[in-house]
């Protein structure tokens, strides 16, 4: 690109540097360029601004010699000194910018000796000039020797080259402006361009009046309008949900700055009358006057059907899940009752041998009242005594019920209980059957207060009977003459409730030992095991009152170990 001589030149500060030159010394200065505009001048003498630029001839004639000067100049001169046809003195500087010749710096309007008076009296005539006004402005021409000239010449060039240098800066600096605005421009385009290729639809519309300045082809395409139409639109004319204060109520976070980005849902409506799902995201271009607002929409139709679709299967998967979760607590219930049913022959058994022992007490206690009858032997006393044995045996075995009895009462809601109660209760039903095998139960309680936690208790005797029932099993397979231990310890750690039921029964087969939970797997030969109660056991622990029941092999036999949290 060509620029001209006053972009490429900064005239007002040139103009002010040579201003301060011309006062220092009274030298004249002009900068013109290669069309002999004067673009600078200073210091000019009256004779040249009054008299000799003012007639047309001897104007021509300056300008003739400013040619004259600048021709020479392009022979490579550093400068040219000249003699104009109207009596004065010129000299010119040639002013370069990247080695190209864009102009001429003057000096001049003066004499190397003393006028002819004559000649200039002669012009005046002939120009019809004022000659005593002419004369006194040809009196105030300096008259500077040879010498002088020479060495302010030295300057002056000096001064031409630096005025060149400001002139390449300037140029510089104008083609570097022109590369950024092309690049800008080029930037600007390739912007529009994709703007009017997006798939998503863009749009531009005045804040205030909803006045659509912009909208890309895929908008336009989608809506079925044509720009010229859309611009005789407003934006509540394509969407139905919003009327001009709805959307300027929606857009106000943003008008007020308290937000950047606003991002809803809503339909457009095509020129046809159909509408169409979009998603919507959109900000205020705050910078612009009059300001704009910017939306970028997504056509999510199929996003919407897809959605539909997906809350259908959902549905469906919800409804699959409660059957299937409604047939596996069925299956719990029912492995749970069988499980009941399973202790409850473990009970039976039990009430039968704390049974035994009462009822031959009974027996004996009768046949013995009986006895002393027939001898005359009863009296008041004896009788009393004898009714007393017998009521107080009587109470025990309705105890013992009672004890059965709550065992099997259900458990709908958590209640709170202390741990070293329950477990008491737990020993106590097992301790007749443990006797009849001679297999000895301790119970150490190292909580030594009173903590109580929230679960199920029953369900809890449950675990705690059934554990207690598989140590004596497998103390029992060892053999009639094994002398079988069960250890019983309940503990605090971490904040945990931690119960261990350790026996010296020989252990369980490492080969199965991650087996021994599962539903129906049993070690019991002969049918004696149902493979429920480990099952249950960890069902009521794990997923009933949240714990944690492990299993791993002690020194001599198995531990079995019940964690519960004390809430």
Not at 181 to 194: C, P, S, V, W
Not at 224 to 248: S, V
Request: aromatic letters at 10%; charged letters at 25%; proline letters at 2%.
């Amino acid at each position: 690109m060509d620029y001209t001589f006053t972009e490429i030149f900064d005239i007002p500060v040139l103009t002010r540097l040579c201003e301060s030159f011309t006062k220092i010394n009274g030298t004249v200065t002009a900068l013109l360029d290669l069309e002999g505009n004067v673009h600078i001048a200073t210091g000019w003498q009256d004779i040249c601004t009054k008299f000799h630029r003012i007639h047309p001839k001897t104007s021509r004639r300056c300008t003739e010699s400013d040619t004259i000067l600048a021709v020479q100049l392009e022979k490579g001169l550093k400068y040219n000194i000249y003699n104009c046809e109207n009596g004065l003195v010129d000299i010119a500087v040639p002013v370069y910018v990247n080695g190209k010749h864009l102009g001429n710096f003057f000096t001049g309007q003066f004499f190397f000796e003393k006028p002819n008076i004559k000649l200039f009296k002669e012009q005046a005539r002939q120009f019809n000039f004022d000659e005593d006004a002419y004369l006194d402005a040809l009196s105030r021409v300096p008259t500077f020797d040879e010498e002088s000239i020479k060495k302010t010449m030295n300057f002056l060039v000096e001064l031409a080259q630096l005025i060149g240098e400001m002139g390449m800066d300037n140029l510089n600096k104008l083609r570097a402006e022109e590369e950024r605005r092309h690049k800008a421009e080029d930037q600007i385009t390739r912007l529009g361009r994709t703007i009017e290729s997006s798939l998503n639809e863009i749009y531009m519309f005045e804040a205030e009046s909803f006045n659509f300045i912009l909208v890309n082809k895929g908008a336009r395409e989608n809506l079925g309008y044509t720009m010229e139409e859309l611009k005789k639109l407003t934006l509540p004319d394509i969407k139905p949900e919003f009327t001009k204060e709805k959307f300027k109520e929606l857009t106000k976070p943003l008008l007020d700055k308290k937000k950047d980005l606003l991002r809803f849902q809503t339909i457009l409506k095509r020129k046809n009358g159909s509408t169409y799902d979009v998603e919507v995201n959109i900000q205020l271009m705050s910078t612009e006057n009059p300001p704009l607002y910017l939306a970028i929409i997504q056509d999510i139709t199929e996003r919407k059907i897809a959605e539909k679709k997906l809350e259908g299967l959902n549905l469906f998967l919800e409804t699959k899940v409660k059957e299937e979760t409604n047939k596996r607590l069925q299956k719990e219930q029912l492995l749970f009752q069988q499980s009941k049913m399973a202790a409850m022959g473990e009970m039976v058994a039990a009430i039968a041998h704390q049974w035994r022992q009462p009822l031959n007490l009974l027996g004996l206690s009768i046949q013995n009242l009986e006895d002393t009858y027939e001898y005359g032997e009863l009296t008041q006393e004896s009788l009393s005594q004898t009714v007393s044995e017998l009521m107080n045996t009587i109470q025990f075995m309705s105890s013992t019920i009672d004890d059965f009895r709550n065992f099997f009462k259900p458990t709908n809601e958590k209640v709170s209980f202390i741990l070293d109660d329950l477990i008491q209760q737990s020993i106590k039903l097992t301790k007749a059957q443990l006797g009849v095998h001679f297999i000895e139960l301790f119970y150490v309680n190292k909580v030594n207060f009173d903590k109580s936690i929230i679960g199920y208790p029953n369900e809890l005797k449950q675990v705690l009977l059934n554990l207690i029932s598989n140590a004596k099993d497998a103390i029992i397979a060892k053999g009639s003459n094994f002398k079988g231990v069960i250890n019983v310890t309940n503990f605090i750690e971490d904040s945990k409730h931690i119960v261990t039921i350790e026996d010296n029964g020989g252990g369980i087969d490492e080969n199965i030992l991650d087996r021994i939970f599962e539903p129906f797997f049993t070690t019991k030969l002969n049918q004696e095991g149902t493979g429920i109660g480990l099952y249950m056991s960890k069902m009521i622990i794990e997923e009933h009152m949240y714990g944690k029941l492990n299993v791993a092999n002690s020194t001599n036999g198995a531990m079995f170990t019940i964690v519960l949290n004390n809430n």
